[in-house]
């Protein structure tokens, strides 16, 4: 019912910015909590941060004050922007949908690769 595919991925220096998209569709998007997530290479899947329908945020501690979730209802895209970039971020992102305001997430894209050097 819900389709998420992220874009925006890529290879940047550490120190580098690079925003991430995930264009939804099926259902109504402004009705979703959403939500992105990463995993890095022989690691598990971890949180990154979300946003709510409302507009409430959230974030890791490992990215708080660097990345920023954002979302455009009109566009029925979730936006991550990711500034001051570390080697430590490079991992797969995943975007991620919810109808619930708390708890697990119900629909989830295929990822999109961010790489970062040193």
């Known amino acids: 019912q819900v389709q998420l595919v992220e874009s925006g991925g890529g290879s940047v220096q550490a120190g580098g910015f690079l925003r991430l998209s995930c264009a939804a569709s099926?259902?109504?998007?402004?009705?979703?909590?959403m939500g992105w997530f990463r995993q890095a290479s022989g690691k598990e899947r971890e949180f990154v941060a979300s946003i709510w329908r409302t507009g409430s945020t959230y974030y890791s501690d490992s990215v708080k004050g660097r990345f920023t979730i954002s979302r455009d209802n009109a566009k029925n895209t979730v936006y991550l922007q990711m500034n001051r970039l570390k080697p430590e971020d490079t991992a797969i992102y995943y975007c991620a949908a919810s109808y619930k305001t708390t708890g697990n997430y119900d629909y989830w894209g295929q990822g999109t690769q961010v790489t970062v050097s040193s």
């Open positions: 099926g259902g109504t998007f402004g009705s979703y909590r």
